[in-house]
């Protein structure tokens, strides 16, 4: 069964941090960019991050640079996502998806699978 399964979301306080683990089950993620996403409620899913398949080349959105970090450990089949300052507006459910072709913070994107999400709650 090929999925993709988030961890490491929770309650946090303003300016704390979370590591978002995005870890793939029945395929490699070596073959595959990877994208983070998130969607608060009543809002549209936006792109968060994303990273190539070496790991050479990384897009962050506006809202979130110099805060979070992308990273991947192919050899644990794990794409990361470091969340730093974190701010009440980060309070969504985090995504992350997986493509064969390549990565886009655009959440249209046709990405090849998605995982079912964790959430992050950022509040005092």
């Known amino acids: 069964h090929l999925q993709l399964v988030e961890s490491g979301g929770g309650l946090v306080q303003p300016g704390g941090s979370l590591r978002l683990s995005c870890v793939a089950s029945g395929f490699t993620l070596d073959y595959y960019a990877i994208g983070w996403f998130r969607q608060a409620p009543g809002k549209e899913r936006e792109g968060v991050s994303c990273i190539s398949r070496g790991g050479t080349s990384t897009h962050y959105a506006d809202s979130v640079k110099g805060r979070f970090t992308i990273s991947r450990d192919n050899a644990k089949n794990t794409v990361y996502l470091q969340m730093n300052s974190l701010k009440p507006e980060d309070t969504a459910v985090y995504y992350c998806?997986?493509?064969?072709?390549?990565?886009?913070?655009?959440?249209?994107?046709?990405?090849?699978?998605w995982g079912q999400g964790t959430q992050v709650t950022v509040s005092s």
């Open positions: 998806a997986a493509d064969g072709y390549g990565s886009s913070l655009d959440p249209n994107w046709e990405y090849d699978y």
